[in-house]
């Protein structure tokens, strides 16, 4: 396995280029050491940031990646006078994407991630509401939610939800299916009004057998029969109320929630 | 003001595709109207994003702004037949990345957000953490915490906790300076021995006022005069107990948390 060390240099936050770090995963035969260095926006900082370079050149035995957001011109040309392979977004992405617009782009530091961005309220506030409405903690205001998870305990709905509202602005309630509902065969009664905006994950046995050992080792709770018995029922119960659901065991949160969002703008195509 | 329609279009979750979308913020002289396509695999979908962006390009009297992650390269080619200024990662990004590390990039979709992420299961992990120990809810388990965010009620310690565990996962936990402490003139108890691992927050106290006063509007807690007072007798605990505290008046989560993993990660240099 090869080493490389991939900065990410910004003048701002670095979250636009950290992001693009997921796209190192693509490379899976090269052992990536990822090191952010946001707020670079000093001549001193360029050359910490270039001492730092070299070093990781020297113990690598190869050159560094280094994925950069920086808009002042006199620093963004002193970091590239270190050996390094550079993946410049202002030169790859926006000066381009300015001339298409025929507008100069903005410089300064941070404005992709301000307050001012015209969805940050928004965002925040479905933060709160989800958070706010977590694991069926209250039925007042559910009327608000734009999607309500529900699922057997532990199948991945409390940071599905918390994505979709820090990601999206997406305000996502989450409702657990509980035995009391598995003995009575249908949703919870506060729910059945609110069919048209549930969305339902599910796990293997196998897998939630796993996740629930780890908090109650040994239980009945978390044993692979109980896990297999409520998994079937609350399939049966989401198959009977007509709920498109999504299975949670291989699929991050990110996944989960591009899923939940197709299904929120165009309600007729079917999850998988 | 111009208006053009920027998609992006993905065989994936598009997250990353998405997350250029903040560069359009860079060109606040174009109204973007932002459409996502994510899990565009099948040459059927294709022609549904083509209808799209013909359409959008006719009614905005401008060719539409693609950024794309596709990896199949009959789809890319397929995609490129329509009338647009694309921007895709494939291109720019990945495959001259290749060249450097003399690896062929994998395809497949979904490859940067899989749950087969070296970091996947910790930051997981920390969302549950930060969850479990948001508003102080419990003092038990504080050692586990890599960060303790302080500061008064409604300054942005939650929103802050939650976005620190689910991008960078970081377990966060948060602890709400109240009267009790104001009278008391010194930290929480719980949180002496923990002093080296927290961080605060502070508000403007216009702001804190329109805060609380969405959700307690009138009220004495929300009052300016309170809100003041709080704000002074909290930061001066804070520098009294040597605690390095950020504004978030006018910071998104996405900025206080690139302050606070520096601190995290250079201990020695100060926050502002």
Same mark, same amino acid.
């Not at 190192?24 to 900082?45: A, I, S, W």
């Given at each position: 396995?090869?080493?490389?060390?991939?900065?990410?240099?910004?003048?701002?936050?670095?979250?636009?280029?950290?992001?693009?770090? #997921?796209?190192?995963?693509?490379?899976?035969?090269?052992?990536?050491?990822?090191?952010?260095?946001? !707020?670079?926006?000093?001549?001193?900082?360029? #050359?910490?940031?270039?001492?730092?370079?070299?070093?990781?050149?020297?113990?690598?035995?190869?050159?560094?990646?280094?994925?950069?957001? /920086?808009?002042?011109?006199?620093?963004?040309?002193?970091?590239?006078?270190?050996?390094?392979?550079?993946?410049?977004? !202002?030169?790859?992405?926006?000066?381009?994407?300015?001339?298409?617009?025929?507008?100069?782009?903005?410089?300064?530091?941070?404005?992709?991630?301000?307050?001012?961005?015209? #969805?940050?309220?928004?965002?925040?506030?479905?933060?709160? !509401?989800?958070?706010?409405?977590?694991?069926?903690?209250?039925?007042?205001? =559910?009327?608000?939610?734009?999607?309500?998870?529900?699922?057997?305990?532990?199948?991945?709905?409390?940071?599905?939800? /918390?994505? =979709?509202?820090?990601?999206?602005?997406?305000?996502?309630?989450?409702?657990?299916?509980?035995?009391?509902?598995?003995?009575?065969?249908?949703?919870?009664?506060? =729910?059945?009004?609110?069919?048209?905006?549930?969305?339902?994950?599910?796990?293997?046995?196998?897998?939630?057998?796993?996740?629930?050992?780890?908090?109650?080792?040994?239980?009945?709770?978390?044993?692979?029969?109980?896990?297999?018995?409520?998994?079937?029922?609350?399939?049966?119960?989401?198959?009977?109320?007509?709920?498109?659901?999504?299975?949670?065991?291989?699929?991050?949160?990110?996944?989960?929630?591009?899923?939940?969002?197709?299904?929120?703008?165009?309600?007729?195509?079917?999850?998988?």
């Amino acid at each position: 396995m090869l080493n490389r060390t991939a900065f990410f240099i910004s003048d701002g936050t670095g979250i636009t280029a950290g992001a693009l770090g #997921k796209l190192l995963e693509h490379f899976p035969g090269t052992n990536f050491t990822q090191v952010r260095m946001p !707020f670079t926006d000093t001549l001193d900082k360029i #050359k910490l940031a270039q001492d730092a370079i070299q070093q990781a050149a020297k113990e690598n035995g190869a050159r560094p990646v280094v994925i950069m957001s /920086v808009g002042n011109m006199e620093l963004r040309n002193a970091i590239k006078k270190s050996n390094a392979y550079f993946i410049d977004l !202002f030169n790859t992405f926006i000066d381009p994407l300015g001339v298409e617009l025929h507008q100069k782009p903005l410089t300064g530091a941070g404005i992709a991630h301000s307050v001012m961005g015209s #969805k940050y309220n928004d965002r925040m506030d479905a933060v709160n !509401f989800t958070l706010n409405h977590d694991d069926g903690m209250t039925n007042t205001g =559910l009327e608000e939610a734009q999607v309500i998870l529900i699922g057997v305990s532990r199948c991945g709905k409390t940071p599905t939800s /918390v994505y =979709l509202a820090m990601q999206f602005g997406i305000k996502a309630a989450n409702y657990p299916l509980i035995p009391e509902d598995f003995e009575r065969g249908t949703l919870p009664a506060v =729910l059945h009004k609110h069919t048209d905006k549930i969305f339902g994950l599910t796990i293997k046995p196998e897998r939630l057998h796993a996740v629930r050992n780890e908090r109650r080792n040994g239980s009945f709770y978390a044993s692979l029969e109980n896990c297999k018995k409520e998994i079937a029922t609350a399939e049966g119960l989401m198959r009977n109320a007509g709920i498109t659901w999504a299975d949670s065991t291989s699929r991050s949160v990110e996944e989960l929630s591009a899923i939940i969002m197709e299904k929120i703008q165009h309600p007729a195509k079917e999850a998988a």
